[in-house]
DNA sequence: CAGGATTGTACAACATTTGTACATAAATTC
DNA sequence: GAATTTATGTACAAATGTTGTACAATCCTG
């Protein structure tokens, strides 16, 4: 067994003590401790006493890091970065070099891999796109990745077809795998998050009448009625979001109250309480301002009648909002 | 339709502190920041201690905001013209620019409103502040107030007591008179799309370990378990918001896939479907990492014996969230 | 021109970040 | 076994940030 040559570095294994590194990058060991310590930002192997033992790839990343804090970058930060450059590195290294604790398992790699996993390739690219990304269960990756889409296909582009596709796709497949369940709760819950705070945006920008709008609060019609509403809003309509289990009553104070020119009434899901469902019956059939149906229940709920008009949208999210804000909105305005 | 530039977004995930920025733009930090207070020009990321974040994009944009500033365009319309040059990229994007507080106006101390007071001041005066602009079925306003009060008190001082006791307040009005049942109904979706998109943000700045959480879908304890989520994410914590209906075994399946150090299961309402509360009893009982019990009725979903180890949260939000991520978070000098 | 809004900057009081120092214990080297 | 190096935890301090308030110089506008 050679014995490590005293004053310099046990070459032969490729793994150097911190004194060495320091001297070749000019850090105080210190630093070097804390930067582990403090961001995981380097994780170098340990002798069976503790000390520390630097590979040749570990000295290249602080130099990385020295980059990366030249250009600015803050040193908080640079554990960011570098998890986004070397994504795809082999999953030791990424333990290795994760944060302070444990790190998370998976994480997108989403290099498009055609031979992947759930999908058959009859789905819309986008599709295909949003199901690879929500496999690794990272609602920031999830993120980046829609943004990226809507920048190449624009708004209409991702949610024309792919947006709800991904979510029927991702609902069947619960079924079968809990894994899959997971991802799909993990994405209905980022979709709905993300369809609200859009939601949000778009409402900032629109003037005029506000027009109160009921969408289910829960069931897979949710994603569909924040569609619903998000598209109106975009066109410039004020819509204002109402969950299905409000009373008609307050409903029709609210209408009331802010002289709304209509409303809008997303079909519920059948699971629905049957005294919410029929709350909402008994809101159609009273006497208002004219009532829009939207959903794909629409045709049912459209029999009622009582003094109210009703009118009824196409059950395409995109194509509803369309018409709305076209017999709604002034069409001097826009 | 060909991209024009199809590279991906930015090939540096790097997020700048305000020194770099303003080194590298010229500006004066104490204007950059009066342009984001003033006109929410540029909404840098915030570190969870609050220091700005600024992206490459920012950087990119406060460049054109020069540019045009040059070009003798007024800093106040600035933001209007750079809406229109963005138009559709992300909506998100949208709102991280988009106008929002007032500036100097020396707004008083709420003291009383020219359109009447109704509310007794036993109330705290936060919460009074957000009664009041309630009123007004005015979500964008509520939108303002909210930000103001933020700014004002800071994001604990809101969130500790004022947040929820409006919402309770709310509630109870809600029973009497149906006009304040749709406040309440207003308020809470503003509320729970504002703290959804407040995590979702704060979220893009954890690391370390995910960690699995399970709040209640609805009901009154839905922004319970919102706030507790925020409240972790802000303080590092990575959560994973899933809703009180995925299966234990989809619960498993996740856990398991993440690698994640514990759980956390928020008391749902009684009213939850009886199949879906014994899951998570399921899931309590089953055998796994820790989980950590949040919410009122905590304290009685502690008995069950399983071979999970159970601990209690405190009943507040905040304080729960402290808690956890002094446990599950590394004691690094924070 | 007076009164008011815009807009860049200054300052105070306080919090966070981050590199480094120190004390103590343990390991390594000679 | 003495000298040196390292690990770990705690602690600091300087630099940097943050918020709230204030103010002066401009620029409008009637």
Redesign the interface.
């Known amino acids: 067994m050679p014995t490590p040559t005293d004053s310099d570095l046990p070459a032969s294994h490729g793994l150097y003590p911190i004194r060495h590194v320091c001297a070749e990058t000019g850090i105080n060991p210190v630093t070097l401790r804390a930067w582990e ?2 961001y995981g930002l380097i994780r170098p192997l340990r002798t069976p006493k503790g000390h520390r033992l630097y590979s040749a790839e570990d000295i290249a990343r602080i130099r990385r890091i020295l980059e ?1 804090l030249d ?4 040193v ?2 640079v ?3 570098l998890q ?1 450059e070397t994504p795809a590195a082999g999953s030791s290294d990424r333990d290795r070099h ?9 994480f997108g790699t989403h290099t498009h891999r055609p031979g992947g996993g759930i999908a058959p390739h009859v789905l819309d690219p986008i599709t295909d796109t949003l199901l690879e990304t929500t496999r690794a ?4 990756q999830l ?2 990745s ?3 889409l ?3 296909h ?2 209409e582009g991702v949610h024309e077809r792919a947006f709800l596709e991904t979510y029927e796709t991702l609902r069947e497949a ?1 079924r079968h ?3 899959d ?2 991802r799909f ?2 994405f ?2 980022w979709a ?3 369809l ?9 920008l629109c003037e005029g009448p ?1 027009c109160p709008c009921v969408v289910p ?2 069931g897979h019609r949710r994603l569909n009625g924040l569609l619903l509403l998000l598209a109106s809003a ?1 066109q410039g309509l004020r819509v ?4 299905d289990v ?2 008609p ?6 209408t009331e ?2 002289d709304a020119p209509a409303i809008v009434v997303h079909t519920p899901s059948r699971s629905l309480q049957s005294s919410a469902f029929e709350g909402l019956q008994r809101l159609l059939r009273a006497d208002g301002v004219p009532a829009f149906l939207a959903g794909e229940g629409a045709r049912g709920l459209a029999d009622l009648n009582g003094p109210r008009p009703l009118e009824i949208l196409p059950p395409s999210p995109l194509a509803a909002a369309d018409q709305l804000s076209r017999q709604l909105l002034d069409p001097a305005e826009r």
């Open positions: 310590r403090r990366l250009e600015g970058v803050a908080s930060q554990g960011r970065v986004h994760a944060p302070l604790l444990l790190d998370d398992a998976a269960l990272d609602t920031v993120e980046r829609y943004a990226r809507l920048m190449r624009g708004w619960a795998d809990p894994l369940e997971a709760a993990v209905t819950a709905v998050s993300s609200s705070d859009q939601l949000r945006s778009a409402l900032q506000t609060a829960s975009r204002l979001p109402l969950q409000v009373s009553a307050a409903m029709q104070a609210l109250q802010l």
